[in-house]
Each structure stands twice: as structure tokens, then as C-alpha cells.
């Protein structure tokens, strides 16, 4: 196998660092950051805090290789397993987080003086509304058109890595891609 392929090749990547390759694992980190990040960031909704927990995944995958078992998935699913889980505990910390008022103050002053950043009740509407559409058009998809959807233009795959992941030819992905892109734009356009 050439060197050009072998950096990047995903599998032989994570078996070259569980072996102790740091280089293997840096190339691993530049083919898996976008992904990463994008999965971290729709969940969060802060950049700041998205490049935080991306950080930390990655800290937490390079210290778990060891336990990594290669089960036939893309590696990808192993990256987005930890981050799933990074989030979550996120969320948990977050929770424990206690709002106190300050020496003399009431509560009610404390919380007149935060800023409201919630949405207005009609953009939140339109939000619901939107997402409740885009759901159905999805709905309307096969199985794989949908999967082929979702890694495209939710996780921003390639057609060769959607290829792998499904087991399909990259022409069998366009097709997919281009049937599933008609039928949500007849169901999504009035």
C-alpha cells in the first residue's frame, strides 16, 4: 500500500496509533475534525464551546485507542461515539451549574437585569414549523436516500466516504443523492 493511501485510510490509521504512531493519529485528527466539530456544534451552539469539546474528544479517543475494536464501521463512528458522549456530560456539568444572587440582591432584580436572547414567539414558530416540513420530506425518502441525505449535507461526507459506508459504487451515491434531492424539492417547493 502506498504511503499517499495508507494516510488515508482511516483503519489502517487507528491501527497504526493504537501501535504508538502519533503521526497516524494526527492524520486521523485532520480527516476527522470537520465532522467532529459539525456533530459538536449543532448540539452545543456555541463555536466556543464546540472547539472546546472537539478538543476534548479527540484527547478522549487518542487515551481510549487501546480499548478500540475495529467492529467493520467506518472509525467515524468510534469519533462520534465519544463526542455523543462528551456532549452529553457537557449538558450534565451544565446542569449543575446554580444561579445565586449577589449579597442583598432578590431574585427577581437578579433576573431582570439578564438579557432575554430567547427568540420571538413567532420565530420560534417558524422555526417548528420549517423543521416539522423538512422532517416530512424526509420522511418521503427511502432509506438509503435519506441516509445518503443526512451524511451529504448534515455531516458534509464526500460521495467516496458515503460510498464506503454504505457499500455502494460513488455513481450509485449520486444517484441516490440526485433521486432524494427531487423528491424533497417537489415535496419542500409550493
Request: hydrophobic residues 35%.
Amino acid at each position: 500500500m502506498s504511503k499517499e493511501l495508507f494516510e488515508h485510510n482511516p483503519r489502517k490509521l487507528i491501527e497504526a496509533a493504537k501501535a504508538g504512531d502519533a503521526t497516524a493519529f494526527g492524520n486521523l485528527y485532520h480527516q476527522y475534525l470537520t465532522p467532529v466539530f459539525r456533530y459538536v456544534y449543532v448540539r452545543v451552539k456555541n463555536r466556543q464551546e464546540a472547539d472546546d469539546l472537539t478538543q476534548t474528544v479527540f484527547l478522549k479517543a487518542y487515551q481510549g485507542l487501546a480499548r478500540y475494536a475495529d467492529k467493520g464501521q467506518d472509525p467515524l463512528a468510534y469519533f462520534f461515539t465519544i463526542a455523543r458522549n462528551t456532549v452529553i456530560d457537557h449538558w450534565r456539568k451544565m446542569k449543575d451549574y446554580l444561579i445565586e444572587p449577589k449579597d442583598g440582591e432578590e431574585f427577581e432584580t437578579m433576573f431582570e437585569q439578564i438579557a432575554d436572547s430567547e427568540p420571538l414567539p413567532e420565530q420560534l414558530f417558524e422555526r417548528q414549523e420549517n423543521k416539522e416540513v423538512i422532517q416530512e420530506g424526509l420522511k418521503t425518502l427511502t432509506g438509503e436516500q435519506r441516509t445518503v441525505v443526512e451524511l451529504k449535507f448534515l455531516n458534509d461526507w464526500s460521495n467516496t466516504e458515503i460510498a464506503r459506508h454504505i457499500k455502494k459504487s460513488e455513481e450509485a451515491v449520486r444517484q441516490l443523492q440526485c433521486r432524494a434531492l427531487k423528491r424533497l424539492r417537489v415535496f419542500l417547493v409550493p
